[in-house]
């Protein structure tokens, strides 16, 4: 079945620090991968998909990701994390279900930034 | 665009009672999702419509859960009667044809069942 893991549940990066977050899916067929952002009591936003084509994505604020098809990963990077940076990070791999084109979700990374 | 709107941002009810949430997609966008976010489950699809008509309601929990979309601006997810397991964040989320990977999120319901 297909399914999105985020490893960690939790991140503490200080501001100018460098992140990553992982995210590995599983998925039998080429994946469309997608991350979004959500902020404190907002909806999920999206930062960058990859579809095909080059393997390293940039995203909006800064983020890109780079598509490992023999890792199954899609992981997140920003070279210098921001205080406003701090947010909840859902990997999702998207998929075709019953004629339509799907979402699944990763659970989540929540990402703390120390001043 | 004001995007995806969402009513009310709040709900307090006791158990028992009806609730109704609200949803207004992005203009011209056709495709609309209901989800639910808990601690325990994360991000869940309840249900999805396409062009007003829903296509998979597989992800509705039990059918105290129902939901409308009567026109391409205006849906609905009712929860009759509501119970504590109930509680939790509901988002709405609309995408454009032939794009609906590309979801745009309402700020959320978040509702409290007592």
């Known amino acids: 079945a297909q399914s999105v893991t985020q490893p960690d549940i939790h991140i503490t990066v200080s501001e100018g620090a460098s992140l990553e977050l992982r995210c590995n899916y599983s998925?039998?067929?080429?994946?469309?991968l997608f991350w979004y952002v959500q902020s404190p009591g907002q909806g999920l936003q999206l930062l960058l998909k990859?579809?095909?084509?080059?393997?390293l994505v940039q995203g909006i604020k800064g983020f890109e990701a780079e598509f490992k098809r023999s890792q199954s990963s899609f992981n997140l990077r920003k070279p210098s994390v921001h205080w406003s940076d701090a947010a909840e990070y859902f990997c999702?791999?998207?998929?075709?279900?019953?004629?339509?084109?799907?979402?699944?979700f990763g659970a989540g990374t929540r990402l703390a930034v120390h001043p | 665009d004001a995007g995806v709107i969402q009513s009310p941002r709040h709900e307090v009810t006791e158990m028992g009672q009806e609730v109704t949430l609200r949803c207004k997609p992005i203009s011209g966008h056709n495709s609309l999702f209901w989800y639910r976010q808990t601690m325990m489950r994360g991000l869940e699809l309840l249900i999805y419509?396409?062009?007003?008509?829903?296509?998979?309601d597989s992800g509705m929990p039990e059918d105290r859960f129902s939901a409308k979309m009567p026109n391409a601006s205006f849906s609905t997810l009712k929860i009759q009667p509501s119970e504590p397991r109930d509680s939790a964040v509901y988002f709405c989320?609309?995408?454009?044809?032939?794009?609906?990977?590309?979801?745009?999120f309402g700020p959320g319901t978040r509702l409290t069942v007592t």
């Open positions: 990859y579809f095909s084509g080059d393997t």
């Open positions: 998925y039998g067929a080429t994946p469309y």
């Open positions: 419509f396409n062009n007003n008509v829903p296509i998979d």
């Open positions: 989320a609309s995408s454009a044809s032939g794009n609906s990977y590309e979801q745009y």
């Open positions: 999702a791999v998207g998929l075709i279900s019953g004629g339509y084109n799907k979402l699944i």
